[in-house]
């Protein structure tokens, strides 16, 4: 029943509430569709956090989505020993990258008191959930080897199932409990995303592209040196 419920119920059930939340909160408030913006790289501390973090989970995903939509060629990837090794480790470290930069923006978040005051509950909420997913994301590929692998005879037929309408709970329920938790954590956290300042990801400028120019005219007057 558990495994019935996270894996062909709760998906649904997060992805409904993402959709309709970040449309609520765009129509009502579209202006809180923003980051907040603490002064990016104002800090070796943030520099250090964000520019790795950026960087590697965008990696990590990206290859996620690519076993997910090209199964076929990314198994032809992963077909050669060197090349699934290259792959393993190459995930591995940008796994850990992930872990250590959001550490550091959770440090500098607690311990600056100018931005520890500006961080909202949902803000630690999902801090601490996509400190988790990283963390168990490393955890399976330290002890779980040849995830490349494995990952395309399991989440991409079941995630399958799911845009299928058909979910096929058994691609899941016989996996350790970790990947069980880290396929599960991955959509509480979309469910979570409309109520969290990262919905700014959703947020695409398109309209700066039929925007008419915007000319600045720097209208104070130069001053020559001279009385």
Do not use: C
């Amino acid at each position: 029943m558990p495994d019935l419920f996270f894996f062909a119920i709760f998906p649904y059930v997060a992805v409904v509430l993402a959709i309709g939340a970040t449309w609520y909160r765009y129509s009502r408030d579209r202006y809180s569709h923003s980051s907040h913006s603490s002064q990016f790289l104002e800090s070796p501390m943030l520099y250090w956090g964000s520019v790795p973090w950026h960087i590697a989970i965008f990696l990590v995903l990206a290859a996620h989505l690519l076993a997910f939509l090209f199964p076929a060629a990314w198994a032809t990837l992963a077909g050669r020993p060197l090349r699934l090794y290259l792959l393993e480790v190459t995930g591995l470290a940008l796994g850990i990258t992930t872990v250590i930069g959001i550490a550091l923006l959770m440090v500098r978040r607690f311990t600056r008191p100018r931005v520890k005051v500006v961080t909202t509950t949902m803000d630690w909420v999902l801090l601490l959930l996509l400190l988790l997913q990283v963390i168990s994301g490393v955890v399976i590929a330290v002890t779980l080897r040849w995830g490349s692998v494995w990952y395309l005879h399991t989440a991409t037929p079941w995630l399958w199932s799911l845009f299928s309408l058909s979910p096929q709970v058994e691609y899941m329920a016989n996996l350790p409990w970790i990947v069980k938790f880290h396929a599960v954590n991955a959509f509480v956290l979309i469910a979570v995303l409309p109520f969290t300042r990262l919905v700014h990801v959703l947020s695409v400028p398109l309209g700066y592209l039929w925007r008419p120019a915007q000319v600045v005219i720097w209208n104070r007057r130069r001053t020559t040196g001279h009385n």
